[in-house]
């Protein structure tokens, strides 16, 4: 998953194109940064709208979520984030940019 303005599945574990350690190694390095806004809300909204519904049930569920820290596209990713976490069984680990002023 990748998102910038909006948000794009790259691919999905589970794939075809992704079954093995070396093709997911090269999906993962055909990935491009998108710029442009944070939407984040619309990142975790897709997680939960087509990453879940192809999950085992028995999977083990982590997302390592990389941004700017500025989710400024879809609302506060807030309660996206707590439905992944609560109902969907998410660990989830962000990291951000974050922005000190007057340091």
């Known amino acids: 998953m990748t998102f910038g303005t909006e948000a794009k599945l790259e691919f999905n574990l589970g794939d075809a194109k992704v079954d093995t350690i070396e093709k997911v190694m090269k999906e993962i390095d055909k990935v491009h940064y998108m710029g442009g806004a944070t939407a984040s809300t619309l990142a975790l909204q897709l997680v939960r709208r087509v990453v879940v519904p192809n999950a085992r049930e028995d999977s083990k569920r982590a997302m390592m979520f990389i941004t700017d820290g500025q989710s400024n596209v879809g609302g506060p990713p807030k309660r996206e984030a707590?439905?992944?976490?609560?109902?969907?069984?998410?660990?989830?680990?962000?990291?951000?940019?974050?922005?000190?002023?007057?340091c």
Request: proline content about 0%; cysteine-free; glycine content about 4%.
């Open 82 to 102: 707590k439905i992944l976490r609560e109902q969907e069984d998410f660990e989830i680990y962000a990291v951000g940019k974050i922005i000190l002023s007057d």
